[in-house]
Each structure stands twice: as structure tokens, then as C-alpha cells.
């Protein structure tokens, strides 16, 4: 069979190292991939790489330091890492060590992670300005900064005395991750293949009588049979009124004829990740309630769809919907103002549409990259990936809403890719028109 994950990505990570180099000029960058996170007790979760630190080295083992060094004349990359231990990797598995660091990652110099201290204290000192993303890894964050107080208190016996400057390095990776190459796309696409596939096996297998945790694990088991690493975020699967908690994600309850399904699931393949959402009868068919909600749902989200191109804002995107959703509100006597303008000025929508339209989507599900730039929304470009999610929420506790519409929570998520002329459905292949969603359940 063939295995999706047979080969993680390969891409040119030189390329995208020389570009970190261009820009931190004598400065030194530091990138941390973290220890192992636990999950109780002795017990830890299965790695999963840190985005930047995976995008510059391809490097996937835990417990490492990338160190880019513009100062430095010959070692300019420099990787710290786990060394080779024959006892240890009997129980957890091969480690490239500090040769493998470089023969098989293009590291000019390799050394123990035990040797950061000394190795890469005297480098700082010697940098024009340490470039450093303060991260969740709380203990590197202090370790690093403990490292750079020195160093910087020995600056002026050892080397110039310019003032020092610590920089978020996040940016320089960030620009890059966000606008996707053709071989990045290529490998969304995967992620996408497979969580399609999830979702259409989730809307047949849907029936009243069942539970949530069967679903979620039909997904999931969809996930890693194709091959994929998991799910790029734990799975929603929310019946009911569980689909009005944005972030439901204990998939414990009964379904209930009568009722909608809220699945918002995507795998992660190569490290790169899908994000789908689609919103169905748990029976066979909607209310006529739930049916008038979904269509205000589904006409909001083609149209922010539609509102996708070059030039666009995930700003103008969002108000394309915003616009739909509102009027939609409107027409069904849910909000107390008289015109649209008015609604979006009042923001009583907020009640039933609470979140934003889209994000950027890539390597993490919620992507890097700055929305907006030089203080004005960013406009959209070819290669970036964003979610197109409008939803309507009618949480049971408030008040004031028709008997028909409590308890109804409905989103509908595509990653939509912009082009050079418009933007591409990557998520096209799963239904979310009523008919056919209706044919896929009920044949
Ligand atoms: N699945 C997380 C989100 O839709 O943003
Ligand atoms: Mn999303
Ligand atoms: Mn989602």
C-alpha cells in the first residue's frame, strides 16, 4: 500500500537558511526543537517537531538547538543534538547523533546538546544582535536568556561594544512559511485527500443511535490508515448543542435524531495540515429550522469563498460573510436592529458569530504570518492558504432565541488557495450543498 508518510518532505532547506542569513546579517539565530511533552507520570506524546525548527533543518528529533551564525566565518549552521546512546536508542529508536547532524542535515558543525552552554555562549557574545522566538519551551526561554546575560556582560573585555539587541526571530521564518511553494501545496493536498475521505466515511457511518467517539474514531482511524500522522488538532465531533462550544472537543455524547452533526477534522501529512468543517443532519434530513439556518451559513461561505484573490484581505473576506451572515440574521427576525449597516455597527451578531472568517493554514493549523502589515490589512497573495469558516451559534443559554433555532451550531470550513486569478477550493471534494449532502447520507 502506498504510505503517504514513506518520505517527509524534502525540500531545499539550504535555500531557506541562506534567506535567514540575508537577513540577520552578523546576528546569530537560534531555533529550539523541545523536549518531549508529557502526557502523565512517566508516560510522554509521540513527537511531534516544532514548525520552524522542522521548515530551516529537517531535522525531527526531539531536544535539539539550530544555531545560524552569521559571525561566524566556517560554521556558520551548527546543530545540537541528542547523541548516539546504544541503551537509549534501544528503547526509543535510532538518532542521527552529531555525525548524522551532518552528513544527513547539511549541518556544518554538529555537538551534544550537553555541550549548548559552552558552544554557543562565546557565539552570542561575538553576534551583532540574537535572534530568538520566545517560544512554550519556559526552561529554554530562560536558559537562553541566562546564556545571552552573560555573554553580554562579557561584551565589552571581549568584543565590540556595540549595544546588543535581542530580535523575535519568528518573522524571518514567518514570511517564508507563509507564502507556500508548489511542493508545499502538493503536500496539503495530501492532508486534504485523506481528511476528505475521513469526512465522507464520518457522513455515511452518522446515524441516530450512535455516539460521538465512534465518529471521532472512524476520523481518526481514516487519518492513520491513509498513512497520515494524526490529526493536525484534536477533532470536533459535536451533536446538538455541543456544536454551539466553538472548541467541544469531548466527543462523548449520544446522537440524537432530530439534531445536527458538527465536524470540524483535519490530518496533518508531512507536517503540513487540512482544516475541514461541514455541518449535517445526524437523521435524514434538517429541520426546516436548521435548514434555514444552514442555507444563511452556506450562502456566507461562498461568497467569502468567492471573495478569495489577489488583492483581497482575510479583512474583506471576513466582511463578505459578515455581510451575509448579518443580513441572514436579519431576515429571520434574530436581530433587534433595521438595517444591516446598523447590525454590523451594534455587533449584537456576536452573540450567534463570534469568530473570525479565516486563518492562515500550513504546517501549523492556525499558520504563521502577519494579518496585517504596515497597519493595513494584508492583501492576499498566490501561494498563501486560508480558511474560508463562517459559522452560527445559538447557544441554549441565551435568551431570546426561537425554540427552532436553540441549540443549533453550524460552521462550514473550506482552505481555500489563493491563485494568480482567484482562489482554488482545496476542500472542494467534500460536499456541503444540502443535496448533496442528503444523497451521501441517505444512500
Ligand atoms: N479547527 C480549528 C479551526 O477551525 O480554527
Ligand atoms: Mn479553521
Ligand atoms: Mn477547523
Known amino acids: 500500500m502506498s504510505h ?36 502523565a507520570n512517566d508516560v510522554e506524546y509521540r513527537y511531534r517537531p516544532d514548525s520552524n525548527f522542522f521548515f530551516l533543518t ?7 538547538v539550530a544555531v545560524l551564525d552569521g559571525a561566524a566565518d566556517e560554521e556558520r549552521f551548527v546543530l545540537f543534538v541528542p547523541p548516539r546512546d546504544p ?48 517560544g512554550h519551551d519556559e526552561a529554554f526561554n530562560l536558559r537562553l536568556m541566562d546564556m545571552a546575560k552573560s555573554a553580554w556582560a562579557a561584551r565589552p573585555r571581549t568584543a565590540n561594544d556595540r549595544p546588543t539587541s535581542l530580535i523575535d526571530s519568528g518573522p524571518l521564518v514567518y514570511e517564508m512559511r507563509l507564502r507556500k511553494s508548489e511542493a508545499e501545496i502538493a503536500w496539503m493536498r495530501r492532508a486534504i485527500e485523506v ?26 482511524y481514516t487519518f492513520r490508515r491513509r498513512g497520515a500522522s494524526g490529526w493536525a488538532y484534536p477533532s470536533i465531533v459535536a451533536g446538538g448543542a455541543n456544536a454551539t462550544v466553538l472548541h467541544y472537543i469531548a466527543n462523548e455524547d449520544a446522537l440524537r435524531d432530530g439534531e445536527l452533526l458538527l465536524i470540524d477534522a483535519g490530518c496533518e501529512v508531512g507536517y503540513y495540515c487540512a482544516d475541514i468543517t461541514r455541518t449535517f443532519p445526524i437523521g435524514r434530513d434538517f429541520t426546516p429550522g436548521q435548514r434555514r439556518l444552514y442555507d444563511v451559513v452556506l450562502r456566507a461561505q461562498e461568497a467569502a469563498c468567492d471573495a478569495v484573490r489577489p488583492g483581497a484581505t482575510v479583512e474583506s473576506v471576513h466582511d463578505t460573510a459578515l455581510e451575509i451572515l448579518v443580513d441572514g440574521l436579519l431576515g429571520l427576525g434574530l436581530l433587534s436592529d433595521a438595517t444591516v449597516a446598523d447590525a454590523l455597527k451594534s455587533e449584537e451578531y456576536k452573540r450567534f458569530y463570534m469568530h473570525r472568517t479565516s486563518h492562515w493554514l ?22 498563501m492558504v486560508l480558511t474560508v469558516e463562517p459559522g452560527l451559534y445559538f447557544a441554549p443559554r441565551l435568551e431570546g432565541v426561537p425554540e427552532e433555532y436553540a441549540g443549533v451550531g453550524i460552521r462550514i470550513e473550506d482552505d481555500v ?12 471534494g467534500v460536499p456541503k450543498r444540502p443535496d448533496e449532502i442528503l444523497a451521501l447520507r441517505n444512500d
Not at 58 to 64: I, K, S, T, V
Not at 196 to 220: C, D, N, V, W, Y
Not at 364 to 376: E, F, P, R
Request: charged content about 25%.
Open 417 to 428: 488557495l489563493v491563485t494568480d486569478d482567484g482562489g482554488e477550493i482545496l476542500t472542494a
Open 58 to 64: 529537517g531535522f525531527g528529533e526531539p531536544d535539539a
Open 195 to 220: 481528511s476528505r475521505e475521513a469526512h465522507l466515511a464520518a457522513m455515511q457511518a452518522t446515524a441516530p443511535g450512535g455516539a460521538e467517539f465512534e465518529i471521532e474514531a472512524l476520523l481518526e
Open 87 to 134: 541503551d537509549r536508542e534501544t528503547w526509543t529508536g535510532p538518532r542521527a547523533g552529531v555525525d548524522g547532524a551532518i552528513e544527513r542535515f547539511g549541518a556544518d558543525a554538529a555537538y551534544p546538546i550537553e555541550q549548548l552552554q559552552e558552544k554557543l555562549a562565546p557565539r552570542i557574545t561575538n553576534a551583532g544582535a540574537l535572534y530568538y522566538h520566545l
Open 362 to 383: 500550513g504546517m501549523d493549523v492556525h499558520d504563521v504570518g502577519a494579518y496585517n502589515v504596515a497597519g493595513a490589512p494584508r492583501p492576499l497573495e498566490p501561494g
Open 4 to 39: 503517504p508518510t514513506d518520505a517527509l518532505p524534502s525540500f531545499d532547506r539550504a535555500a531557506r537558511r541562506a534567506r535567514v542569513f540575508e537577513e540577520i546579517g552578523d546576528g546569530i539565530a537560534v531555533f529550539r526543537a523541545p523536549p518531549l511533552a508529557v502526557h
